[in-house]
C-alpha cells in the first residue's frame, strides 16, 4: 500500500523507522562514556597540594601511635618524613580498587625514602576469605615475598574471594611467586600468623577505625582514598615538613 493511501485509509502517520533511533542510541553510549571517563579523571587527578578541598587533621587530633606499627607490615626508611597507613580487607573491593594507588606510592614515594607505608590488616566478618588472605601475605613474608603476595591477592581478587579452600588458590600464587610450597601450606595450614592478623584489628579496633579502607597520611584521614587525593596529601605533608 502506498504512503499516500495508508494515511488516507488510515489517518495515521507512517510508523518511525529503526533506524532513525541508531544515532540517537549511538549518542547516548558516546556521552555514557565520556562521563565516565570525566569522572575517572576526577577521582585520579591530583588536587593542588593547597587546595582548601584537601583534609586536615582535626584541631585535637594526636599523632598516630607509632609503637603500633609493629602490628602491621612496614616499608620503607623508618626515618621518612612522612608515613602512609592503611587498614585494609583483601576481599574488599574498594581496597582492591586502592591498590593501585598503594603501588603506584611505594614506586614514587617509599622507594626515595620520602614516605613509609604500613599496612594493617583488617579482615571484615562478613569477608569469608579474608582472614586466611591476610594470613598467606604473611605467610609469603616468611620467604621474603610478603608485598608480592600482597598484590596478587589483590590483582586476583575476584579468582579467590568466593573460593570454598583458598589455601589451594593461595598456594598455587606462592608457587608462582618461587615460593617452597610445602612450607607455605604448613604456615597456612598451622595458621601460624593467625594471632598477628588479630592483633592487627585490635589496633584498628583501638583506632577506631571500623571500614576499609581506611587511609591515613600521619594523623590526616583520607576522605577519598584513590591517588589523587593520596598524592596530594602526601605532597603537601613533606612540603610541611620540610619547612620544620
Known sequence: MGEAKRRKETGQPS??????????ALGVSVLVILLVIIGVFFLTAAPDK???????????ADAFPAEL???????GDEGAPVVVREFADYQCPACGRF????????????????VRFVYFDLPLQQHQNAQPAAQAARCAGDQGAYWGMH???FDMQTEWSGSGDPVATFSRYATDLGLEERRFRHCMNTELHKEAVEQSL??????????????????????????????AVVERELANSNQD
Open 50 to 60: 593547597t587546595s582548601d578541598e584537601l583534609p586536615v587533621a582535626a584541631p585535637d
Open 15 to 24: 510508523p518511525a523507522k529503526n533506524s532513525n533511533r541508531k544515532p540517537l
Open 99 to 114: 591498590s593501585d594507588a598503594s603501588q603506584r606510592l611505594k614506586e614514587e614515594y617509599v622507594e626515595s625514602g620520602r
Open 151 to 153: 598484590d596478587q591477592l
Open 202 to 231: 585490635r589496633v584498628a579496633m583501638q583506632m577506631r577505625v571500623t571500614s576499609t579502607p581506611t587511609v591515613l597520611v600521619d594523623n590526616i584521614r583520607l576522605t577519598r582514598p584513590g591517588w589523587g587525593q593520596l598524592s
Open 69 to 75: 606499627d609493629r602490628y602491621g607490615v612496614s616499608v
